[in-house]
């Protein structure tokens, strides 16, 4: 997870939220496949927030800067407690399904422009680490022809000699050796940019990096502009390549010829991504946990035939099942019992 506290005074500039914006869109990229929770105080009383995550329509460059980034990072806002001025300064910015946020009771003084709230959701099932050198076995690229001339020129009578366990403990030891000598390892590969970033999207992105860099440097208005016609159109080529890679991973599974960018997806995801917000198909759009539910139903109803009410007859053998058979502890116990240990039983 990555976990981030902000606190941003009032009378900051551009600048700032700029430079906060650049090191989270950073960060982000850096773990694609993280859990993200941001919580502060990014004091921009012109953002009127409403329950559905949408911000007012009139906003200020500040406030621009960290929409256009929240949508991005494809980020939400999940703080509705307001002050008495009816003002949001403090946001909890997160990527988190289920997360639920509520009015806490102050632990020091209460400041009446940050009402204080608590946020609780459940771990995610697998917990992801920071990238990991380890090696792993490239399957693929095996050299099985020569693997099967070792393992043929191997004296399996002798290797298996043993009781059970002791024959199971060498079976292993050659066949480790075996895979250890005959397939290669790799390192596993790790996304620095989302899945769906071609080169020409990850150009785009280190030229806005580079971009902003150098408007912190110089301050000039020029710079700027620049910067800001690389962002709008790094976030429009990135939701350009989003929409292309999910309609891809649709049509592998509505054609099901190619089912293998499904899975990559998957494992790409780890099980991290929540399910959308919003889901929809030819017989409506639902938002709720309810309404979803029903459009899988009315979907898969299409291919449901209800019981006709005919009787079928089926050809009966003499067969004994054996599920019917009852044998009990003590008929067990007597058939050994009853065994002559004296008379050799071949």
Not at 61 to 88: C, H, W, Y
Request: proline content about 5%; charged content about 20%.
């Amino acid at each position: 997870m990555l976990l981030g506290c902000v606190y941003i005074p009032g009378h900051s500039g551009v600048a700032i939220h700029e430079a906060h914006s650049t090191m989270l869109e950073y960060v982000v990229s850096l773990h694609p496949d993280f859990a993200v929770l941001v919580l502060g105080d990014y004091n921009l009383p012109e953002l009127s927030w409403t329950n559905t995550n949408n911000p007012s329509v009139s906003l200020s460059m500040k406030a621009q800067v960290l929409i256009d980034s929240i949508t991005f990072l494809q980020l939400e806002q999940a703080n509705f407690n307001r002050n008495p001025a009816g003002n949001i300064l403090d946001l909890c910015l997160t990527n988190i399904p289920n997360l639920h946020v509520r009015a806490a009771d102050p632990i020091v003084k209460l400041d009446q422009f940050h009402p204080p709230f608590e946020c609780t959701f459940e771990p995610p099932s697998t917990h992801q680490t920071l990238a990991s050198h380890q090696l792993k076995y490239n399957y693929k690229r095996g050299d099985y022809v020569a693997m099967d001339k070792h393992l043929k020129n191997i004296d399996w009578t002798d290797t298996l000699a043993g009781g059970i366990e002791e024959c199971t403990n060498k079976f292993y030891d050659v066949m480790y050796r075996a895979v250890d000598s005959y397939v290669p390892t790799t390192k596993p590969l790790a996304y620095v940019y989302p899945k769906w970033f071609d080169r020409a999207l990850i150009r785009l992105v280190r030229d806005k990096n580079f971009a902003h860099s150098r408007y912190k440097t110089s301050w000039c208005d020029d710079d700027y502009v620049i910067f800001s016609d690389l962002r709008r159109r790094c976030k429009a080529l990135s939701e350009e390549k989003y929409l292309l890679y999910m309609k891809e991973l649709e049509d592998s599974i509505i054609q099901g010829v190619n089912i293998k960018p499904f899975w990559n997806h998957v494992n790409y995801t780890k099980g991290n991504l929540p399910l959308p917000e919003v889901m929809f198909s030819s017989s409506g759009t639902a938002d709720t946990h309810d309404g979803i539910a029903d459009l899988f139903v009315s979907y898969f109803s299409s291919v449901f035939e209800p019981d006709s009410g005919a009787s079928y007859d089926y050809p009966t053998r003499d067969l004994v099942s054996v599920g019917s058979l009852i044998i009990s502890q003590e008929l067990v116990e007597g058939a050994l019992g009853s065994l002559d240990l004296l008379k050799d039983n071949k």
